[in-house]
């Protein structure tokens, strides 16, 4: 799902910079994860069916698993973040919030995207 990291990685910035000062982080999640998610379920079934995936839901674990280390690696070069401190931002509100997109990520290839 590189189309979906490669949404991320335009959208981030944007959230970052520009509506995170002015509406503050959850509600830039609140636009952001929406308008990500629902790129994602568009993508998922067209890369289900290009590449013929069988085990659909392991495709998304491990697209999650990618995800996440990527996300640190970003915690760690912009923020400065460790491990930990990346960690506890996910007890924060945004945080959770974050998580919960990140559960629907990862189921969206076994529901099949948008396409049932």
Known sequence: MLAAFAAGFV???LREFF?????????ALLVELPLLLLFCAWIAP??????AVRARLV?????LALLLVLEFLVG???RGW??????ADFATPP???TLAGYAVFAWLPARGGLSR
């Open 76 to 78: 760690v070069a912009l």
């Open 95 to 97: 945080g959770l919030l």
């Open 19 to 27: 509506l995170v000062p002015a509406i503050g982080r959850i509600g």
């Open 82 to 87: 460790d491990f930990g401190e990346w960690v």
């Open 11 to 13: 959208l981030g910035p």
């Open 59 to 63: 495709m998304g674990c491990c697209a």
């Open 46 to 51: 067209r890369i289900v069916r290009r590449f």
